[in-house]
C-alpha cells in the first residue's frame, strides 16, 4: 500500500492555475483549500481557547474529554512527579507519539507552558483509576 505523503504550502501571493498545474505535474493533488482573514472582535467579547485535555464536543453545547490530549497530560504528570526535567517530559511525548495542540513536537517551553493547566486538572488525573493504576505501578518498583 503506497504512503500519502501531504504538504501545507503557506502562499505568499495569489493562487494561480500555473502554479496548480506544475504540482500536478509532480503528482500532486489539490485535497483542500484553507482560507483565511482578519477580523475585529466585538468590544467586551469573550474568546478564550479551549483547555488542553477538552474539545468541543459535537453538539456544540459542551467541552468533552479529548482522549489523546488526556494520555498526554497524564504522562506529563507521571514524569513531573517523579521529578523528571522538562526536557526528558517533552523527549517522551515526542517518543510516544503526543504532539501539541498546534501539531508541533513538544519542548521544555511547550511542556513548561502546560503547567498551569496540570495544576488545574491534577485533582481530577490523581483521582482517575488510571492514574491510581499507575501509581500502584510505581510503589512495587520502589
Known amino acids: 500500500m503506497a504512503k500519502l505523503q501531504r504538504v501545507r504550502e503557506a502562499l505568499s501571493g495569489p ?17 483542500a483549500v484553507e482560507w483565511e482573514r482578519e477580523i475585529e472582535e466585538p ?11 477538552l474539545r468541543v464536543a459535537s453538539d456544540c453545547n459542551h467541552l468533552e474529554e479529548n482522549t489523546a490530549e488526556k ?28 504532539r501539541t495542540r498546534s501539531g508541533a513536537n513538544w519542548s521544555p517551553g511547550s511542556v513548561f507552558d502546560m503547567l498551569p493547566r496540570l495544576i488545574q486538572v491534577g485533582p481530577r488525573i490523581f483521582s482517575s483509576t488510571e492514574w491510581t ?3 500502584r505501578h510505581l510503589f512495587r518498583m520502589a
Open 71 to 98: 494520555q498526554a497530560l497524564i504522562l506529563m504528570m507521571d514524569l513531573i512527579v517523579q521529578d523528571a526535567p522538562l526536557s526528558l517530559v517533552a523527549e517522551e511525548l515526542n517518543r510516544k507519539g503526543f
Open 15 to 31: 493562487l494561480s492555475q500555473d502554479h496548480i498545474s506544475q504540482k500536478a505535474s509532480e503528482g500532486w493533488k489539490l485535497t
Open 133 to 135: 493504576a499507575r501509581t
Open 43 to 53: 468590544a467586551g467579547a469573550l474568546s478564550e481557547d479551549v483547555p488542553y485535555g
